[in-house]
């Protein structure tokens, strides 16, 4: 088995992903191999999708989902378009089914260029979030930053999207926020037994909302599609929003938009939105040393 697999740095609105291909192999992208690589500059991300083969007949692949310091991850909307992408272009296909911890992904890649992604329904049971106090209510629970008589951020929705979510409802821009200090301490709340993303959005008409997200094992991030649609399935169900909207996500190079549709007649929540790829290289899965080909330039580490 060699020693390397090929891998691509791409992205999603903003969110830094790498494609990883294992494809034909046993092994897995250790937890080591991705630290080192998030520690290179060129190679920083926010999670890696590695590409294995599928465990039952019928799909096209088994997504294994790593964050930047090594923990897993069970969804990622941004970086299933990313994969998507890259096999349609690797292939000729436009529609993928995948397996996840999460549960079965299906998308599509349209004649645009943007991609759907089923990511299934929203849970709120709070035990399944999961959250470490019993709510009946989980569109809105008891939780707060700053003073108790003037919180700074205070009563979010929460919901999972095969991964835990919080949603903190502000009146002004989410960039005026100093989320990379609030954004570690809410992640490890005790409220949250296996961490959560947390986002901060503003309502800006009945079918928009802004968002910026701290995501669980990443940090801030440019852009997280898992956020954008537990965001777009809590306003919908808070009454702020109808079960369509188009999410911009403030923190993104682009200003990027991702729609999302929480359809009613089955209650899956599809995302549509774009993947772009940057560069391609090489990577040992094992230790993280990577190579960037030999057509792109040289650089090695």
């Known amino acids: 088995m060699s020693a390397t697999v090929e891998f691509a740095k791409m992205n999603g609105l903003g969110n830094k992903i790498l494609v990883v291909d294992m494809r034909g192999r046993a092994d897995r992208v250790t937890p080591a191999a991705a630290i080192a690589l998030n520690a290179e500059p060129d190679t920083q991300f926010d999670q890696i999708m590695a590409i294995h083969d599928p465990k039952a007949s019928g799909m096209d692949a088994w997504i294994d989902i790593l964050n930047s310091d090594g923990s897993k991850a069970q969804a990622c909307g941004n970086g299933t378009r990313c994969v998507v992408q890259a096999l349609a272009a690797e292939t000729g296909k436009k529609v993928f089914t995948f397996q996840t911890v999460a549960g079965i992904l299906n998308a599509v890649e349209h004649e645009d260029g943007t991609i759907s992604v089923d990511m299934g329904k929203p849970v709120f049971d709070w035990d399944k979030i999961p959250l470490a106090e019993e709510f009946h209510d989980t569109s809105r629970i008891e ?159």
């Open 143 to 301: 939780l707060q930053i700053g003073p108790i008589d003037n919180p700074v951020l205070h009563s979010p929705s929460v919901a999972s999207m095969g991964n835990p979510h919080a949603i903190f409802w502000v009146d002004r821009d989410v960039m005026s926020f100093d989320l990379g200090r609030f954004g570690p301490l809410l992640e490890n709340h005790p409220m949250f037994p296996e961490r959560a993303n947390i986002t901060l959005a503003q309502v800006t008409s009945l079918n928009s909302i802004t968002t910026r997200t701290w995501e669980r094992g990443a940090g801030l991030t440019l852009a997280c599609g898992s956020a954008a649609c537990a965001t777009a399935v809590s306003a919908a169900r808070t009454g702020r929003t109808g079960r369509e909207v188009a999410v911009k996500v403030a923190s993104s190079p682009n200003q990027g938009v991702l729609t999302i549709e929480w359809r009613e007649h089955d209650g899956h929540v599809i995302m549509t939105g774009p993947a772009e790829w940057e560069w391609s290289g090489a990577l040992d899965p094992s230790t993280g040393a990577w190579s960037r080909d030999a057509t792109q330039g040289a650089e090695a580490r």
